[in-house]
């Protein structure tokens, strides 16, 4: 059974903080990660996506990818109040699979 | 900006009906999904589908469960006898290739099963 775990939270940070998302999978095959950010009752919107290990940077979002730990980050810098949300893991299994296996979601909250 | 539409928002359905979710995918996308999220809980994989026939479905997708191209512009998921437990968002998303940064989310069905 391939596996994705998170923290469910919640977060909570204040604004202008960094959050910290962290999320690890069982199949230590998986090629591809995603992190998604779902506003309550409305669909996931991607926000990143990383394939290779190390870090990734766009705007205020870096993902880090660990594929010999199985783990996988999202850190959010001068986090907002628009910022909260609930953050959902993805991976597929290889790098152009679209058959997602999403985590539980970490519910972060954004203090004004 | 293109984007991929559901209807209807919200269903309502009694114990052992049909239903019928729609879903008109972005119009050049090739790749096609449904995924569920019941309340509180993991967003999870039903069902992909490529050039006219199924390439995967998970464990969820069962004999009641079925997916349909209608026509060049629709993408329906059909439940034959509805349970409680089916009762979730439904999404579907598509994609003009592979890639999962390629994927396109519609905005959900409601689905309630009472």
């Known amino acids: 059974q391939k596996e994705v775990e998170q923290n469910s939270g919640p977060l909570s940070v204040p604004e202008g903080a960094i959050a910290s998302l962290n999320c690890t999978y069982s199949?230590?095959?998986?090629?591809?990660f995603f992190w998604y950010r779902q506003y309550s009752g409305k669909s996931p919107e991607l926000i990143m996506f990383i394939y290779s290990n190390g870090d990734k940077e766009d705007g205020r979002f870096t993902a880090q990818l660990n594929k010999a730990s199985q783990y996988v980050s999202l850190l959010i810098r001068d986090s907002q109040p628009s910022d909260s949300a609930t953050y959902l893991c993805a991976v597929t299994p290889d790098n152009y699979g679209q058959n997602f296996v999403f985590g539980p979601g970490t519910r972060l909250s954004v203090l004004p | 900006e293109p984007e991929v539409t559901q209807t209807p928002s919200h269903q309502v359905t009694q114990m052992g009906q049909e239903v019928i979710l729609r879903c008109v995918p972005i119009?050049?996308?090739?790749?096609f999904y449904w995924y569920r999220q019941i309340l509180g809980q993991k967003v999870e994989f039903l069902v992909s589908f490529y050039n006219n026939e199924i390439s995967e479905k998970s464990e969820i997708f069962d004999d009641q469960f079925s997916v349909e191209r209608p026509d060049g512009s629709n993408f329906t998921l059909k439940i034959r006898s509805t349970k409680l437990e089916d009762s979730a968002m439904y999404f579907c998303a598509s994609s003009a290739s592979q890639g999962g940064e390629k994927l396109f989310f519609g905005s959900g069905t409601q689905l309630s099963v009472l």
């Open positions: 119009s050049n996308h090739l790749y």
């Open positions: 199949d230590r095959g998986s090629q591809s």
